[in-house]
T-cell receptor, first 112, second 112 residues
Framework: KAGVTQTPRYLIKTRGQQVTLSCSPISGHRSVSWYQQTPGQGLQFLFEYFSETQRNKGNFPGRFSGRQFSNSRSEMNVSTLELGDSALYLCASSLLAGDEQYFGPGTRLTVT | LAKTTQPISMDSYEGQEVNITCSHN???????ITWYQQFPSQGPRFIIQGYKTKVTNEVASLFIPADRKSSTLSLPRVSLSDTAVYYC?????????????FGAGTRLAVHP
């Protein structure tokens, strides 16, 4: 079956703009989590959605938000972009909480 | 969630067995131990998960002593394609939610 897909794969934005990233989980998976990966901070958990509800949130400012749709697809939004938001944003899905998580290829965001 | 400590880097040669040890002194009773592998510019990939004793799958073995305060990922007969970053995670099932806490990982370099 198809894996986790993320769009776009690459994105360049300027400071102050906002961006929306999209994630399509594996068919049948209901849990979607988002992570940010930077060389300095490594992989950090952003938030998790299950059945359209945010169930857990990492330690990120309110500029980072997300949502999940009824078909389990998820989007994350970053407003008022800062240079430090440049990172690889990864989405992971699992059937249920606690199951093995499958990661997508990520979206590489560059903020100039 | 329990913090993990693992070596920053390791070197090996093709055909050798590689053992990466992870320390997790504060592991909770209901925590599982999971290992992920990540190649550059890709999302992490699940390798193996265990709770206690030994778990083996087609790619690796996971050894967990009785006190569960550490674990060892064993990769038999590594090849150049095993060069990657390996993450040890504890928990992943915190109160029914998905929240993977990644450490710095171990950068494994396999040489010809």
């Amino acid at each position: 079956k198809a894996g986790v897909t993320q769009t776009p794969r690459y994105l360049i934005k300027t400071r102050g703009q906002q961006v929306t990233l999209s994630c399509s989980p594996i068919s049948g998976h209901r849990s979607v989590s988002w992570y940010q990966q930077t060389p300095g901070q490594g992989l950090q958990f952003l938030f998790e959605y299950f059945s359209e509800t945010q169930r857990n949130k990492g330690n990120f400012p309110g500029r980072f938000s997300g949502r999940q749709f009824s078909n389990s697809r998820s989007e994350m939004n970053v407003s008022t972009l800062e240079l430090g938001d440049s990172a690889l944003y990864l989405c992971a899905s699992s059937l249920l909480a606690g199951d093995e998580q499958y990661f997508g290829p990520g979206t590489r965001l560059t903020v100039t | 969630l329990a913090k993990t400590t693992q070596p920053i880097s390791m070197d090996s040669y093709e055909g050798q067995e590689v053992n990466i040890t992870c320390s997790h002194n504060n592991i909770a009773t209901n925590d599982y131990i999971t290992w992920y592998q990540q190649f550059p510019s890709q999302g992490p990939r699940f390798i193996i998960q265990g709770y206690k004793t030994k778990v083996t799958n087609e790619v690796a073995s996971l050894f967990i002593p009785a006190d569960r305060k550490s674990s060892t990922l064993s990769l038999p007969r590594v090849s150049l394609s095993d060069t990657a970053v390996y993450y040890c995670l504890v928990g992943g099932f915190s109160g029914g939610y998905n929240k993977l806490i990644f450490g710095a990982g171990t950068r494994l370099a396999v040489h010809p």
